[in-house]
Nanobody, 122 residues
Framework: QVQLVESGGGLVQAGGSLRLSCAAS????????MGWFRQAPGKEREFVAA????????KYVDSVQGRFTISRDNAKNTVYLQMNSLKPDDTANYYC???????????????WGQGTQVTVSS
């Protein structure tokens, strides 16, 4: 069992930056691949980024490639999402998730946090 708690969301102007954090409970954090997903009002949840157990493999959705960076610190049981050059279209509730594979599919993740809201004003 893994419990995930996101933080770091907020209101930012377009072009600004935010860093999201996701703290995991338990001593098996390093055995999970981690992902970030987001869901805007009226839209389906979409994949944003994923990182492998060691941190050596990362994946991104095309719309954030070059602007967002996912990373993890297994000693701190935490995964991060550094978001730069934010756009109004990035406005959503952001969720972290833990799973067994470094996947773009939400169905490959077993544990989810409650989410943190990111709002980008124009």
């Amino acid at each position: 069992q893994v419990q995930l708690v996101e933080s770091g969301g907020g209101l930012v102007q377009a072009g600004g930056s935010l860093r999201l954090s996701c703290a995991a409970s338990g001593r098996t954090f390093s055995s999970y691949a981690m992902g970030w997903f987001r869901q805007a009002p009226g839209k389906e949840r979409e994949f944003v980024a994923a990182v492998s157990r060691s941190g050596g493999l990362t994946k991104y959705v095309d719309s954030v490639q070059g602007r967002f960076t996912i990373s993890r610190d297994n000693a701190k049981n935490t995964v991060y999402l550094q978001m730069n050059s934010l756009k109004p279209d990035d406005t959503a509730n952001y969720y972290c998730a833990a799973g067994s594979v470094t996947s773009r599919s939400q169905y490959d993740y077993d544990y989810w946090g409650q989410g943190t809201q990111v709002t980008v004003s124009s």
